[in-house]
């Protein structure tokens, strides 16, 4: 399994096209059938990361709380929600609201110093315990370099498929 941050960035930008191929692979594949194996080989991959020593994702990602994650967080920090707003987030692009800054400034010597009232986009990252995994593949392909489990999770999906023809004639094409 490969834990270090730099490798598996250099491996998901390499392994880019073979990995967009071998989605539209999952794709022919019934969808109950991928997330079973999905979850087995995430719970398996969860347990031996420490997420405490990456918080990769708080570094990266930028988060969009929800009106009651909002109001959890600005009650956690002793704030007002209209406080929190004006402090600790900005209207993007799409006129969604999302968190300042990146890193989250929550994130304190790799651990969550709102833990309790993280958000819940917080709580369900990176996502490969939910259902319909194939439906997901453009988020899961966006998160290869960005998480360690998505990207052993992927990177063993890609083994369990390898020796099927299909797959085959999918990742042959790249
Ligand atoms: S969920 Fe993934 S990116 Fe976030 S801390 Fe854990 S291993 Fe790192
Ligand atoms: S709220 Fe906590 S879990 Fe969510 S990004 Fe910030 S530090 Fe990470």
Redesign the pocket.
Known sequence: MELDPKKIETAAQKNSMVDLAFSRFLKTQRVQDVDNLVHKIAKEVTAVVDCTACAK??RALV?APDYRDVSRLAESVNLETHEFRKKYMRLDSEGDLVMRQRP?P??RSNR?S??EA??NL?RRYPYLDEPNFVSSLNRVLRNLHVCPIVFNTYERLKSEYRETRLSQAYLGST
Request: proline share 8%.
């Open positions: 994702c708080c988060i989250c929550f994130l969550c709102v833990y993280r958000p917080c």
